[in-house]
């Protein structure tokens, strides 16, 4: 059985977004999508950049995996597959989008099972392997301390940097930011408050969004 919660989400769908909004549907695939802001986000169900960024359909480009991670630019495009590289290339090179938002969370999975060294949930161990990715954001951050929400929270903040500096190897996006055409940003959602942080490219530090911002 279908679940019955998409159904009767779909069904809500139909009778409310889809039929107030039906000619925005059509608009979109007849023209296609056009979003100028690519969002990399966690695939955590409580952290939808749809959601917190209240965005319409064809607004955003929404990527998500684990932890928010974007991988170094890999030469060898033989022998993997490359999901999230992907995704950028796409962005970047086909859609064109002029800002690119690297969104970490609070309470992420992924970041606690590798601070906490958490046993494979399988043989082959895909998340290990994963978030293996972040050692040098935990050399970085340094050994835990006594506050140790504060010092898992580096790392999640840690992760967005190292994100944001990853995406810096794709030429396509390299090129874009130094021609001016492409911004990258980095933010950090609280589940518990609500509350959107905001990188300063400048100094590096994530400060609560104001609505004077």
């Known amino acids: ?25 059509e608009e979109l695939a ?6 100028e802001i690519m969002v990399i986000g966690c695939g955590d169900s409580r952290v939808a ?13 929404v990527i998500r995996n684990i932890a928010n991670i974007v991988p170094p630019c ?6 993997s597959f490359h999901g ?5 290339e796409f962005g970047v090179n086909a859609l064109k989008v002029k800002h690119i938002v690297v969104l970490g969370h609070a309470s992420c999975g992924g970041v606690a099972a590798y601070a906490n060294q958490a046993a494979p949930l399988s043989q ?9 990715q972040i050692a040098p954001v935990a050399e970085r951050v340094g050994p835990p301390t006594d506050d140790r929400q504060e010092w898992i929270r580096k790392l999640e903040w840690g992760v967005v940097e190292y994100s944001l500096d990853n995406l ?8 874009a930011v130094e021609a001016g055409t492409l911004t990258l ?19 590096g530090r994530f400060s609560p969004y104001s609505e004077t911002d």
């Open 84 to 88: 999230t590289s992907a995704a950028i």
């Open 124 to 132: 082959r161990d895909f998340i290990g392997k994963w978030m293996s």
């Open 30 to 35: 007849k023209s296609g999508q056009h979003p």
């Open 185 to 203: 940003h980095g933010a950090y959602f609280g589940v518990g408050t609500g509350l959107l942080f905001i990188r300063d490219p400048i100094t």
């Open 168 to 175: 810096m190897s794709f030429t396509a996006v390299r090129d």
């Open 74 to 79: 890999e030469p060898d495009t033989e022998t």
């Open 1 to 25: 059985m279908f679940p019955s919660r998409l159904t009767s989400g779909y069904q809500s769908f139909l009778n409310g977004r889809l039929s107030r909004e039906r000619e925005r549907y």
């Open 49 to 61: 950049p749809e959601t917190i960024f209240d965005a319409d359909p064809g607004e955003i480009f």
